[in-house]
């Protein structure tokens, strides 16, 4: 495979967790650590009320700064959700769409995570789509079907040069927050299979082109295995990013491989 076509990046989605007092200290803690990385983007996705502290700290470094989500609409009556137009504008580049804590606990369908990344794309962010089997639906052997029904479905209406823009996140979830990470073997297959489904609806260099992230328990220690993989080009981290010197880990991990 070609995976010195794509970046490597690794993001860490702190979800909901860091006052904005923390959120520096932890940036702070983090800048020096990683100030030599070279060839990872390096992305911290944050809460909305932490994203102009984490843009402040980190205005002028190698690493990125993204959301956890944006609505759909450009504005209106949608109390209680941020558009992609106000997170472009403060100079967010990043977001995660479609996590499945979203789809689980807040009504987040396939539909709407399609129009989120249309309207993300449209104002310039670059979206992080997440998709992911159920442990249910591995045991029932569908998740094949299950992923390429959300390639597709999330993907959909997304022209190839739009896509190049996106990076998709595989993150099986039942491995999410629950310590029990798929093998590098698993974690590995199932992102060669989003890379066929993307060059079947793309073309090999679109596919070739776009970055597939493992998540889900990555740490520290099982990070060098996933990320060796020819078609794991990075990790979306959650538990392990919110600890300076591990989220490190994974970084240097993702950059000797
Ligand atoms: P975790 O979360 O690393 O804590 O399992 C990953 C994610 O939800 O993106």
């Not at 992305?43 to 700064?65: M, R, W």
């Not at 956890?68 to 450009?74: Q, T």
């Not at 060098?224 to 078609?231: C, G, S, T």
């Amino acid at each position: 495979m070609n995976k010195n076509v794509r970046k490597a990046i690794i993001a860490g989605n702190w979800k909901m967790n860091k006052t904005r007092p923390e959120a520096k200290t932890l940036l702070e803690e983090l800048k020096p650590l990683v100030a030599d990385v070279k060839g990872v983007e390096i992305v911290a996705c944050v809460p909305f009320t932490n994203l102009e502290t984490a843009l402040a700290v980190t205005a002028g470094t190698n690493i990125k700064v993204g959301a956890e989500n944006c609505h759909f609409e450009k504005s209106g009556a949608f109390t209680g959700e941020i558009s992609a137009d106000m997170l472009a504008e403060m100079g967010v580049e990043y977001v995660v769409l479609g996590h499945s804590e979203r789809r689980q606990y807040f009504g987040e369908t396939d539909e709407t995570v399609n129009k989120r990344t249309k309207a993300a794309l449209a104002a310039g962010l670059k979206p992080i789509v997440c998709v992911g089997e159920l442990l249910w639906e591995r045991e029932c052997d569908i998740t094949e079907e299950v992923i390429a029904r959300q390639i597709k479905l999330d993907l959909f209406g997304i022209s190839a040069e739009d896509a190049k823009k996106c990076t998709i996140a595989y993150e099986p979830v039942w491995a999410i927050g629950t310590g029990k990470t798929a093998t590098a073997e698993q974690a590995e297959e199932v992102c060669a299979f989003i890379r066929a489904q993307l060059e079947k609806k793309y073309d090999k260099a679109t596919a070739d082109s776009m970055t597939i992230q493992y998540g889900g328990s990555m740490n520290a220690k099982n990070a060098e295995e996933l990320v060796k993989k020819p078609n794991v080009d990075g990790g979306l981290i959650g538990g392990a990013s919110l600890k300076a010197p591990d989220f490190t880990a994974i970084i240097k991990a993702a950059e000797a491989n």
